[in-house]
C-alpha cells in the first residue's frame, strides 16, 4: 500500500509541478510533509539542502531520498524517481509532436504567456515555505541567510556562495 501511495503522490507531483524543481517545491512540502507526514519539515529542508548539493533536478534528488526514507529500501527511491519523471515523459513526448504544429498558435502563446506568473509565485511559496523556526535555528543561521541574500543581489557566483556559505557553517557548527 505505501508504495502506491509513494508512485500516486509523486505521479501527482509530476503531472502537476509546472516551472522546474523549486516550482515543485510546495507541491512535494503538501505531499510528504502535511498529507502524508512521511517526514518532518525540518527533514525536508535537510532533503532539499542536499538535493541542491547532488548533481541531477533538485525534484529527482528529492523524490530518489524520500522514497528510501518511506519504504526502507532501494525500490522505493526508484519507485518514486520513475514516477515523478513518468508525467515529464509523458507530455515531452505528446508536446514533441505537436508543438511545432501548434508553436505559432496564439492561444498557445497566451497559455504559456500566463503560466509565467503562476511559475514565480510557486518559486516564491517554496522559499517562503523554508523561512521557519525549525530551518533558522539561531542568530547566526539568519546572518547567512542575510549575507547571500545581498551578495545574490549584487550577483557574487552561486558557487561561491555555496562554498563560503558551507564554510561558514562548519566554522560556526562544525568547531
Known amino acids: 500500500m505505501i508504495y502506491l501511495q509513494l508512485f500516486l503522490s509523486y505521479v501527482k507531483i509530476g503531472f502537476f509541478g509546472f516551472g522546474g524543481g523549486y516550482a515543485m517545491l510546495s507541491l512535494i512540502h503538501n505531499e510528504v510533509v502535511t498529507s502524508h507526514q512521511w517526514i518532518t519539515n525540518s527533514e525536508l529542508t535537510d532533503i532539499i539542502a542536499i538535493s541542491q548539493m547532488t548533481p541531477g533536478p533538485i525534484v529527482i534528488n528529492c523524490a530518489t531520498y524520500v522514497g ?29 509532436k505537436f508543438y511545432l504544429a501548434l508553436s505559432g498558435n496564439v492561444y ?32 547566526y543561521s539568519w546572518i547567512i541567510l542575510g549575507v547571500t541574500l545581498i551578495a545574490s543581489i549584487k550577483k557574487v557566483h552561486p558557487i561561491l556562495l555555496i562554498v563560503l556559505s558551507g564554510i561558514a557553517g562548519y566554522l560556526i557548527y562544525g568547531l
Do not use: H, R
Not at 503562476?118 to 518559486?123: K, N, P, Y
Open 108 to 139: 498557445v502563446k497566451n497559455a504559456m504567456f500566463g503560466i509565467k506568473p503562476m511559475v514565480l509565485a510557486m518559486i516564491g511559496a517554496a522559499g517562503l515555505m523554508l523561512l521557519t523556526p525549525e530551518t533558522f535555528i539561531d542568530v
Open 68 to 96: 528510501y526514507v518511506v519504504t526502507g529500501n532501494v525500490w522505493g527511491s526508484l519507485l518514486a524517481t520513475f514516477a515523478v519523471s513518468l508525467p515529464s515523459l509523458i507530455l515531452m513526448l505528446l508536446i514533441t
